[in-house]
């Protein structure tokens, strides 16, 4: 590999220099103490200095990289299909008709994959440190659950139009919460949930398969608390995130209970089926806004986004080949010829059309490839390891990958930095575990 040949150049004067130096040795657990800080002061910080800590986090591992002797990069399959997206991106930029919006929003995804650079080469040399950043994750989303929760009890009001109350009862209205997230928004904070809550449902499986239960029962009860304010979110892309993600937990638990605890499994699923259910049903505001999916153009909301999909698959037919450019203001200025009037959209609400608006079709082929990929190597891993922790920690990140990119197909707070650090993070704890060889 060519970089590599590179790397080996550079880091030969600084040999010498890095044996002797005691902070260059220390890089590992200040690029830790990074990524750590980034999470917990994403969740109230805004996203300019989210972004900022990313890139502090990248320039640590750049540092590290050049510094360390023998130190290097590793392509995997997926990330080749990532790195043609770059590239193609890249391109989409150039041919931009708003050059200046387009590079905004081009730095901003350039930040996202540096930080998952970061992660994924610091978890290749430190495998070990998956678990303080799980814990930490599930420190941030257990926070945001009870700021959420407390919400719900004080019964905040609307920062702005979030529901549909015209066909509503006032017991019908449902509080929707939004923690601290910036910029205020229940599905903001119903995708975060989404993203991040599969670490709380890995630590508690983790700890249980060590026979550690304490901390296993903790952690499960941690997983209702978050799954309960995902709940009054509101935000019903993330109900349909919740749902895949507990299916896939099920799926994936047949591996360990099956073959000996069978009518155990059965008697698991059949009682959160249940209480699920008569939750549903039981609770008036949830069950109107559950039904609510399913209203199609009677609900506004639903309207409202029928209306965005049109405009923007007209926009991608009159730009396939390379898109309009990257960035959702960039997306804006130009969604602002093909608007039905009063449907103004900051983007097109689902991260495939949006991929495709803004990159062209290539681009759009090269991250559905990764996402396909990574995927398909990441379930076959889980399904061939017999080491019962690998499979657990691999699937955290399998699960909240599959969670958010259905979750995206409704909704574009994927791209807000705070659901960003946490994707990237379980794509590289993922892909810590996949071995091209498998």
Not at 23 to 30: P, T, W, Y
Not at 117 to 143: D, E, M
């Amino acid at each position: 590999m060519f970089l590599n040949s590179v790397l080996n150049i550079l880091q030969k004067p600084f040999g010498k220099i890095y044996e002797s130096s005691l902070i260059l040795k220390s890089l590992d657990s200040l690029i830790l103490l990074s990524i750590l800080c980034t999470y917990i002061l994403s969740t109230f910080l805004s996203s300019d200095v989210a972004g900022y800590l990313c890139f502090i986090t990248f320039l640590l591992t750049i540092v590290r990289v050049i510094t360390k002797p023998g130190d290097n990069f590793k392509c995997s399959k997926f990330e080749l299909f990532l790195l043609a997206y770059f590239m193609l991106s890249i391109v989409s930029v150039a041919g931009s008709t708003l050059l200046a919006l387009s590079l905004k929003g081009f730095f901003k995804t350039f930040i996202y994959l540096s930080f998952y650079l970061s992660v994924v080469h610091h978890l290749k040399y430190n495998r070990k440190n998956i678990l303080p950043i799980l814990w930490c994750i599930a420190g941030c989303v257990t926070f945001e659950s009870i700021v959420g929760l407390s919400q719900n009890f004080i019964q905040v009001g609307e920062i702005s139009g979030w529901q549909d109350t015209s066909r509503l009862n006032p017991e019908e209205v449902m509080t929707r919460v939004y923690g601290t997230l910036q910029p205020l928004n229940p599905n903001l904070l119903g995708g975060y949930l989404v993203a991040g809550i599969s670490s709380v449902f890995g630590l508690c499986a983790y700890y249980l398969s060590d026979r550690n239960y304490k901390r296993g029962v903790s952690f499960l009860l941690l997983s209702i608390l978050a799954s309960v304010t995902l709940f009054l979110t509101g935000c019903r892309g993330s109900y349909i995130g919740l749902f895949l993600i507990t299916t896939l937990i099920f799926i994936i638990s047949l591996k360990f209970f099956w073959p000996t605890y069978k009518k155990i499994y059965f008697s698991v699923i059949s009682a959160v089926v249940g209480v699920a259910t008569f939750a549903i049903l039981a609770v008036s505001s949830l069950r109107a806004r559950v039904f609510s999916i399913f209203a199609m153009r009677a609900d506004s909301s639903n309207s409202f986004r029928f209306n965005v999909y049109q405009a923007a698959v007209q926009m991608f037919k009159d730009n396939w080949l390379l898109g309009i450019g990257m960035g959702n203001q960039n997306f804006r200025e130009i969604y602002g010829l093909y608007m039905k009037t009063g449907f103004d959209a900051l983007s097109a609400y689902n991260i495939y059309l949006e991929t495709a608006v803004e990159s062209g079709i290539f681009a759009l082929i090269a991250f559905l490839g990764f996402l396909i990929t990574l995927v398909v190597d990441g379930a076959k891993f889980i399904y061939k390891s017999t080491d019962t922790r690998a499979v657990i920690l691999a699937s955290v990140g399998l699960v909240s990958i599959c969670g958010v990119m259905i979750h995206g197909m409704v909704d574009t707070v994927f791209f807000r930095p705070q659901i960003q650090i946490l994707f990237w993070s379980m794509v590289a704890i993922l892909a810590s575990y996949i071995d091209d060889k498998d």
